[in-house]
């Protein structure tokens, strides 16, 4: 659901994910415009401190934290101003965003424990529409 998977069988086993609620980050899909407009190295500096902090957490947990805080909030499709990359399906209506610095987001899919970061947004509303 929401990515098409890989035509090479991984061998990672499913076993081996159980027993884990905290995220796990994957960058495999994250777009160049994530980076190519960000000129501000101290941005990433926090994303990725943010990144640890979450890392912390249980999913449980962000599910309960606020939405400007350590939690996450549900971006419509629509709401999106770059294009999707073609490995997301039609079956997705929306993407998921927690802050990455301060009010700036970022965005992706979560697949079980794995969040697939798709865009990270360097300038205020670079990426989607803020309502």
């Not at 994250?30 to 501000?40: A, E, F, G, H, Y």
């Not at 979450?54 to 947990?61: D, N, P, Q, V, Y």
């Not at 629509?78 to 294009?83: A, D, F, L, V, Y």
């Not at 399906?89 to 697949?111: C, E, W, Y």
Request: hydrophobic share 40%; with cysteine; net charge positive.
């Amino acid at each position: 659901m929401g990515i098409k998977k890989p035509k090479k069988n991984l061998n990672i086993e499913k076993g081996k994910l159980d027993g884990i609620d905290y995220p796990v980050f994957c960058f495999k899909y994250l777009q160049d415009v994530s980076i190519d407009r960000c000129s501000n190295a101290s941005m990433f500096y926090n994303f990725l401190q943010r990144l640890q902090k979450l890392s912390t957490l249980g999913w449980a947990e962000i599910r309960n934290s606020q939405r400007h805080g350590f939690g996450m909030e549900k971006i419509a499709k629509t709401n999106i101003k770059q294009p999707l990359p073609s490995f997301v399906t039609p079956d997705v209506s929306h993407l998921m965003a927690f802050r990455a610095n301060g009010k700036l987001p970022f965005l992706g899919i979560q697949n079980d424990i794995i969040f697939h970061v798709i865009f990270i947004e360097t300038k205020f509303g670079d990426i989607y529409d803020h309502e």
